[in-house]
T-cell receptor, first 112, second 109 residues
Framework: EPEVTQTPSHQVTQMGQEVILRCVPISNHLYFYWYRQILGQKVEFLVSFYNNEISEKSEIFDDQFSVERPDGSNFTLKIRSTKLEDSAMYFC??????????FGPGTRLTVL | KNEVEQSPQNLTAQEGEFITINCSYSVGISALHWLQQHPGGGIVSLFMLSSGKKKHGRLIATINIQEKHSSLHITASHPRDSAVYICAPHNFGNEKLTFGTGTRLTIIP
């Protein structure tokens, strides 16, 4: 069964460093999403991406964040200069007609 | 902004019990997801529904669009059902999901 994959499963970085989180969505899907979950809190929407551009973003998704689909399969989230408060689980999701979303296993980001 | 509330926040039950988890939201939606999150953190989609009722194995989800309410039921609960269950409405006019705070379910053998 097709699934969304994410790498790495755990990323540890120093404050101020850049990180890139990678996702491979389900191959025929058209809509891509990033969500994050700070430990003990609910999942929050970051950004949605369709037709090679951002279709919606939350207040959390400021200038430090960017997304890219560099080729036909990968979807990446870049955080330019990480802060302690960026420590969270980051989930990628994809959907075919912007309806049912399928989630990856998540990347746990720890900023020291 | 859609306010999503789930109840109960925590639920402990004996194996075999019938489980109900409730979700209410404040703004009209096009569909609602029920998701399961295991202790390792991964999220699995259980259901997406926009009306009526759906059944998958021992899981049943219902939604009442007029009352802005959905329920997730688990029949013959089992310890492996222990997880956090999250409802996430999908608003009209945009693509994002708004997540509830989740219900932590523990089934005791």
């Amino acid at each position: 069964e097709p699934e969304v994959t994410q790498t790495p499963s755990h990323q540890v970085t120093q404050m101020g460093q850049e990180v890139i989180l990678r996702c491979v969505p389900i191959s025929n899907h058209l809509y891509f999403y990033w969500y994050r979950q700070i430990l003990g809190q609910k999942v929050e929407f970051l950004v949605s991406f369709y037709n090679n551009e951002i279709s919606e973003k939350s207040e959390i998704f400021d200038d430090q964040f960017s997304v890219e689909r560099p080729d036909g399969s990968n979807f990446t989230l870049k955080i330019r200069s990480t802060k302690l408060e960026d420590s969270a689980m980051y989930f990628c999701a994809s959907s075919d007609l912007a309806v049912e979303q399928f989630f990856g296993p998540g990347t746990r980001l720890t900023v020291l | 902004k859609n306010e999503v509330e789930q109840s109960p926040q925590n639920l402990t039950a004996q194996e075999g019990e019938f489980i109900t988890i409730n979700c209410s939201y404040s703004v009209g939606i096009s569909a609602l997801h029920w998701l399961q999150q295991h202790p390792g953190g991964g999220i699995v989609s259980l259901f997406m529904l926009s009306s009526g009722k759906k059944k998958h194995g021992r899981l049943i989800a219902t939604i009442n669009i007029q009352e802005k309410h959905s329920s997730l039921h688990i029949t013959a609960s089992h310890p492996r059902d222990s997880a956090v269950y999250i409802c996430a409405p999908h608003n009209f006019g945009n693509e994002k999901l708004t997540f509830g705070t989740g219900t932590r379910l523990t089934i005791i053998p």
